[in-house]
């Protein structure tokens, strides 16, 4: 690993003084080191970044077109605008309730099929013999599922395998993932889930809640649908990048929201993902989708479960009421439960190496799609099994309570009016073990089930998940959790004299599943209101908060979270909150990619032509430069243009000459602008005459006149904070008298990151 | 009023080619104007923009010393001060929560005290007559407490008088509000709020405890005590705004949890005033100290309330727990929630219209101190009798019930066994009535007692805030609140004929209080969060989002929040969260202050100090530019620097001439500027003899060099969105050729403000 680690060695480097390599030159030549010294594996894809992905554009193109626009419109014209962002919030929250309503009904009712023929099958064949039938009938069945899941995935939209956490993330930190929020993305998504949760593998169905929240958001932010070429003419002012992400993260908190009842802890998702564009109105927005998006899903859910009015019960797990107890914890409970945050820490980075490693392995060999697909069968079958052989062997037999609690009691080779106690565990939904794990009787579990479970659901869990299904990680951690600390309350209680006290091993399995969650995907805020919505109590904030962070503090030390782990290895340039510690050393001369192509105000329609089809030169962003009156005098910066906006330009054949010819013709718009966008066409697919090639196209009304500079000493902190805070796509680097020296874009900030030797360089890449 | 309106009228502004009028000749103009037209009346000072508050600099100082010293940091010495930023975060918790344990235990103590006396004394003079005495005795025991409080606040710190929060909001936001974060604000806070509660005014002690945990957290960062002249030498690293800032928000947060028992309300409390500079590490740290205040405060409460251990009471004010009915509230009543939340709104915005004229016949009639403490004993004599007059009057009895819920309970003129009704709303401590509001059986109080208590308590608690003593409005507000609910919530049952459902008038109680809290002070996410974690149930949290929402848009609709009212009554600079949409029109050009002074890299020292002697020229910083090499050519920009840097230079004599010929001085440090930091002597202290004045002084090393800059023509919205993401608070406006033509700064964006007629322009003034 370490002849691909290009550390940042500052001897090599030129001080201020002496003259510095350029930024491509040198990332060429690191490129060549790694080719001519080629490492025996093949390289990690933590240590290389994609040149592959864009960047959004969260930043307003303030060009004279917009200020017009702008000036032009009313107080009353941005009362509309702010009532209509409250009105699509709504609809998102809506939309988003809905889905996640449908989802849970149509697994409701799959599953529910799907066990009732298993448990019939198995229990004609428990008396008489031969129950390897009903093994293989069980595997069978979730592996037609899992197959048609990981099918729609593999081969129609490969973007909706996995919860989708990790892409939005991504989409809100400012990278353009590709077909991320597409409506196709949305229906493979839910479909897959579906057949993911169905097919009884270790995921959980909250996790893609969140991406399709986006998604939705994302399509009616819009007015329109690109997929179903649809356009409803309105929203159209929203058609810009900077919308749509404030729009995308009340998707996304709608999503949690609808998932786990939990309005505000779907706020602070949204907030701990991407904090950096806040403020108050936004939030309030956020919120009010969120609260929609519960709403409407208990609203249909009460419906369902024919109790109409009752709200309630929100969200797709319940976790069901903690009783009240007049004391829910001691004083003396607190270091055990920061004990158990820490075995939550460790369990979690144990699952995320583990993971890691199988990603690794599954980059390497398991690319093709149909390949995809078997593993995905080959996961189901074994998860049947595995199940199938744990209830056969479990001799852990109780009494079936009066009040029914489980769902499909299995009896097996339990007497009358008991029940297998293993498969309460395996032989259900995951929301449902979760919830039995919290809520049923002490006694209701031995240990000895316990601690086979965990170990067996740990794998198979950690397994799943990078599976090519749409899948969440949530609920199989919270299972795991719950099973070992429901474990932890037992042997507690077994050790301790006054045996009172402990009685409660629910509340252990709290603990034990919110210790796991956090192990795993290391967030603290907002999971722990995530958690306390769910559970409906307030009482166990405090110890939830302690394990959490205990989880977190823990976990970080030996490696990252799951979902950073992900994005890290899709080689992502996602910029972290703050630029690294020992970095100061660096400064916008050095990390700034110079040469920059620049344009002049008014340039020739040929130059625009090579440069856009020049891949060498794309930053998709091109400073503007004006020519002093003489010759000598250096060209100043005066304004950035896009890449998407020349290409709308030649599109529209904004050149002077034509103007000049035609004067009927109609002045272009913002509306041309927004029409085209997102998906602008690639310069190729524009015919360009070789007479325009050499009319002249004026910039000026459409560049960004007052662009965001430095200057060349700037620290790397500093260009971080500005770029970070703004959500600034290119920043132009400029020497003292105005002139471009280099540009900064989001690839050379994400290059430079804290490894275990300092301060450590990735390499750019291609793939 | 219009008179004093400055509209801004886009005819008489230059337009881009005519000269502008330089900003201080047109600030001087528009005073004279006023001077001139003398209004009638004196003008109302939300019409003004006071000068005399400075702003913090929330962007780090990068000068030479500072990159020095960052570059010469290990990873390690990061690691040792992001620990030390977690233990500052944990000590401010500890100390936060003791705090408010020593509050609460005082203020029991002393109340309980002062209702024995007046209970016994009533109850000895109701039978033999001579009720009167019983009055007097109870005014004068109020009054007495009520003028201690007065006295130490309007004589010793009137900073410390009301809740703080506003004061709070400025800070974060970036005002240097004078000693608003010292240890003696401190003390008087604490005494005066302890006196206030006691003295039976309608104020709660919630709110003060904000502010407290804000100056925990400014003295315990900072190492030492300027007061106390103690310097520990330690968290040197953290003596400047943006660290100082990051814990005072944390501070902030303890003091919610403290208050009301909720860490993530608290983190959410300082997320909605000062969202601009989160991410993600200071959130978790942020969150650590308010779990570390609640901690603390249930450890030592249940210490004292002999139960030690049990720590599921969190808070100061602690609502009781709501039953778990097993449905709380049904769809159909959400239509009635969200009438009560607008009704919360009107009545939030009645409370807050007639404070704000209270509050403007303060400024004009009571600003002496002893009026101010002569106004508070008036208020609390008042308060005494109004609530004697009503307990005499009523006759609503009530049978005592057997589990004894009432601390003080009242007998008067009820028979035995029973107890005056309206006195247990006022013969107690208002968080105790809260929870008799929310907790009492149906039935406990009957309407007219209720409808009285409401419409005498609006009044008295609309009266006493804004008075000189320490005091918040959050609990008269919920107490209002859960009266009229309550109210409600028995009228209801009164109407409707299956009385059953709205058996429960705790319910309408708690929505009550949330609707007239969210119409008082218009916070929706945060108080949300807090309520939910206050009444411990998390079922009622939609009903209090939506009602929380309702009463903001109702309230905003009239007028804005009590702490904005009192934020622009004192003519403080504050930058809300965007531009008003319609600058648009406005670019930096217009908006900044010009001509600026500006400094040489190498500049005399005599013309240093007359410049900085020079109060007209005071904008507290100054770019420095450098000549080119011939005469002709223009003065570049190449740094920035602030008054408060050069004083350190002057006192230390930093000169060319001096370094010459003392070889052996001792280089300036950053040490000698966080020395001085955060008083910096005035100018006038520093003697600079003829001489001296003659020698040069280098300022390269201690400017910041990369100094963040706009064009001439950037909108106001981007200049804004510049200065307030990054907390800038200078801003250099150059032209194309990076010379300095302006200067942004606070006031310069604050003045700019949507009222009624669309943008209008604040003035000016040095009051």
């Known amino acids: 690993m370490a002849n691909i680690t290009k550390k940042v060695s500052w001897s090599s480097r030129g001080d201020e003084g002496t003259p510095l390599l350029n930024g491509s030159e040198t990332r060429r030549h690191s490129k060549e080191d790694s080719v001519r010294g080629r490492p025996k594996e093949i390289p990690h894809n933590e240590k290389l970044l994609s040149l592959k992905y864009e960047s959004l554009d969260y930043d307003n193109i303030e060009n004279q077109l917009f200020l017009e626009e702008e000036r032009r419109m009313s107080y009353m014209g941005f009362r509309c605008l702010e009532i209509s962002r409250w009105v699509v919030c709504g609809l998102i929250g809506f939309l988003t309730g809905l889905i996640a309503c449908f989802i849970d009904i149509v697994v409701e009712q799959l599953a529910g099929i799907k066990y009732q023929v298993v448990k019939e099958n198995i229990e004609r064949f428990t008396e008489v013999g031969g129950l390897s039938i009903s093994l293989i009938l069980w595997a069978v069945l979730n592996s037609i599922f899992v197959m048609v899941g990981a099918i729609i995935v593999a081969f129609f939209e490969p973007i909706a395998a996995g919860s989708g956490i990790p892409q939005i993330k991504c989409y809100l930190n400012g990278v353009k993932i590709p077909r991320v929020v597409r409506l196709k993305t949305l229906v493979v998504k839910v479909c897959g889930v579906i057949c993911s949760v169905v097919g009884g593998l270790a995921v959980g169905k909250e996790g893609p809640m969140i991406h399709s929240g986006a998604v939705v958001a994302a399509g009616v932010s819009q007015g329109r649908s690109t997929s179903l070429k649809r356009d409803f003419k309105i929203f159209e002012y929203f058609r810009r990048d900077t919308e749509k992400r404030d729009f995308v993260s009340a998707g996304a908190a709608a999503g949690v929201s609808a998932a786990f009842g939990a309005p505000v802890g779907g706020v602070l998702f949204s907030l701990e993902e991407g904090a950096s564009f806040w403020n108050q109105m936004l939030t309030w927005r956020i919120f009010f989708a969120s609260m929609i998006s519960t709403f409407t899903l208990n609203f249909f859910l009460s419906i369902y479960h024919k109790n109409p009015g009752d709200l309630s019960n929100p969200g797709l797990i319940n976790f069901g009421r903690f009783e009240n107890d007049s004391v ?23 699952f995320n190496v583990l993971n890691y490693w199988l990603t690794i392995f599954r980059i390497r060999y398991v690319h093709r799609p149909c390949l995809q697909v078997m593993e995905a069968m080959l996961v189901a079958a074994v998860t049947a099994t595995v199940s199938f052989t744990m209830i056969y062997f479990s001799d852990d037999c109780q009494p079936l309570g009066p009040e029914h609690t489980e769902e499909y009691p299995l009896q097996l080779f339990c007497a009358d009016g008991e029940y297998n106690s293993m498969a309460t565990a395996f032989f259900n939904t995951p929301e449902r073990s979760v919830r039995s794990l919290f809520h049923n009787q002490p006694g209701s579990y031995n240990p000895l089930t316990l601690g086979v479970f965990t170990l067996t659901y740990f794998f198979l869990a950690c397994w799943t998940y990078g599976l090519t299904v749409s899948a969440g990680v949530f609920i199989p951690s919270l299972l795991i959790g719950a099973a070992w600390g429901r474990l932890c309350g037992i042997l507690l209680a077994t050790i301790s004299a006054t045996g009172s006290i402990w009685a409660d091993p629910g509340k252990y399995a709290l603990i034990g599943a919110a210790a796991q969650l956090g192990g795993i995907v290391r967030m603290t805020l907002s999971l722990t209101v995530i958690l306390v919505e769910a559970t409906g109590n307030v009482t166990y904030g405090l110890p939830i908060m302690l394990v959490l962070m205990t989880a977190k503090i823990v976990g970080d030390y030996f490696v990252e979270g799951l979902y950073d782990i992900h994005i890290k290895l899709q080689s992502i340039p996602f910029l972290h909150w703050e630029a690294p510690a020992t970095s100061h050393w660096l400064t916008a001369r050095e990390v700034m990619s110079s040469p920059v192509t620049c344009l002049n105000k008014v340039e020739k329609v040929g130059t625009i032509v090579d440069t856009l089809s020049n891949t060498s030169t794309n930053h998709n962003g091109f400073p503007v430069v004006v020519q002093g009156a003489s010759s000598e ?38 509306k041309d602008f927004r029409d085209a966008y997102p998906r602008f066409p690639p310069i190729q697919s524009i015919h360009v005459s070789q007479d325009e090639r050499e009319c002249m196209m004026d910039l000026s009304e459409f560049m960004t006149a007052t662009p965001y500079t430095v200057p060349q000493d700037t620290s790397l902190p500093r260009v971080f904070k500005l770029v970070r805070a703004l959500g600034l796509r290119h920043l132009v680097v400029v020497d003292d008298e105005n002139r471009v020296v280099g540009l900064v874009t989001r690839k050379d900030l994400a290059r430079y990151h804290l490894g275990k030797h300092g301060l450590e360089e990735l390499q750019l890449a291609q793939t």
């Open 633 to 670: 005098e250096p060209a100043k910066l005066c304004g950035l243009i896009l890449r998407s906006q020349l290409i709308v330009l030649l599109k529209h054949k904004v050149f002077v000459e034509l103007a000049r010819s035609r004067l009927t013709q109609r002045k272009l718009q913002l």
């Open 328 to 350: 829910a914890y001691y004083l003396y409970e607190i270091p055990l439960f920061i004990a158990m945050g820490a075995i939550g820490g460790l369990l979690g980075a144990l």
